[in-house]
């Protein structure tokens, strides 16, 4: 990943961020890494465990937030996600995965989609 993307793609997480506390989320962790990944954002809300991917798009060329991320992705937070799970011992709590998607010129994003809830685990009820 180049400097300019890196740098659009920091620029998205702190704006996903702010939105997010705006809200009423308290953000519990922020690129949270483990053995396959990274999470972007984990955070609470009502208590509810929320692990939330960020998206960065300059333009509106490949989609929306629902286009995102695809099953190969889904898949690969839900492995994050329970490695979170493990690593902070945390048991009997709802969870859900939302995507926050930053669209906007090369400074800032200046638009964002939150789509909460945003994908469901097969077999799961997302209560860990």
Known sequence: ?????????QIAESEAERYLRRKGYRILARNDRS?????????QQA??????????RRTTAFGGAAHAVDGRKQARLVR????????????????????????GGTAKPVEIEHIENAFEVPGEDLRW
């Open 47 to 56: 208590g509810t465990l929320v692990f939330i991917e960020v998206k960065a």
């Open 80 to 103: 994050l996600a329970a490695e979170y799970l493990a690593r902070h011992r945390v048991r009997n709590r709802s969870c859900r995965f939302d995507v926050v998607l930053c669209r």
């Open 35 to 43: 053995s396959c990944g990274e999470l972007d954002l984990v955070a």
């Open 1 to 9: 990943m180049n400097d300019g993307r890196r740098a659009f793609g």
